[in-house]
């Protein structure tokens, strides 16, 4: 929710302060919080490809996705890399009770079971990105749930069901995050 009321804020100045002292008609355009039709085409189906043969296929889901495309925007926004919200903190998160894409979740009342919550920046092709996320090797500019946590959602958990991929930012200042949710029984499609 804080994310949503930041980028209505940044909207609604930008629109106010207009543009050069050009004229009302002149229109700042803010960044879209929409995620981007075919980067998550893209990523779809390089993670049903990785997934078991015997599990379900993950879809994309739309509040996941506006999660996923918020937290780039902030990232790029803010000048972070990370799966916790820079300065945040009044969560239960692992460190330290910083705030993370899964208390977005819930704060917009999705409740999950187990999420794998990963990021990337830098200017490279989804492909590349999906590749750094599946090896699961630390290095500059990928950070998140690294280790098994991936590989359990796409080889051996049939209860993971959805997932998006923000994208935001241009060239080297790119950033990633994606999300793939094993949901609680209250918006499980299966």
């Known amino acids: ?77 803010r000048n972070y890399l990370s799966t916790f919200d820079k300065e945040s903190s009044g969560c239960a998160g692992p460190r330290g ?8 979740l819930v704060a917009a009342g999705l409740s999950w079971v187990e999420i794998v919550q990963m990021v ?21 500019g990928v950070e998140g749930d690294l280790g098994s946590k ?6 051996f958990d049939e209860g993971y069901e959805f997932f998006a991929l923000g994208k935001a930012g241009s060239g080297n200042d790119t950033k990633w995050a994606l999300i793939v949710v094993h949901p609680d029984q209250s918006w499980s499609e299966r």
């Open 1 to 77: 929710m804080r994310k949503t009321l930041s980028f209505i804020a940044v909207l609604v100045l930008s629109a106010c302060m207009g543009g050069d002292g050009g004229s009302d008609d002149d229109v700042v355009v803010a960044p879209s919080a929409e995620p981007d039709p075919a980067v998550t085409a893209e990523i779809g189906t390089m993670l049903n490809n990785a997934r078991s043969g015997s599990l379900s296929g993950l879809k994309y889901n739309d509040e996941v996705g506006v999660i996923a495309q918020s937290h780039a925007q902030d990232m790029v926004d």
């Open 97 to 104: 009770g910083e705030c993370d894409m899964g208390d977005d």
């Open 120 to 140: 990337a920046e830098g200017d490279k092709p989804v492909s590349t990105v999906y590749s750094e996320f599946d090896s699961r090797e630390i290095s500059d």
């Open 150 to 155: 991936l590989q359990g959602a796409l080889e």
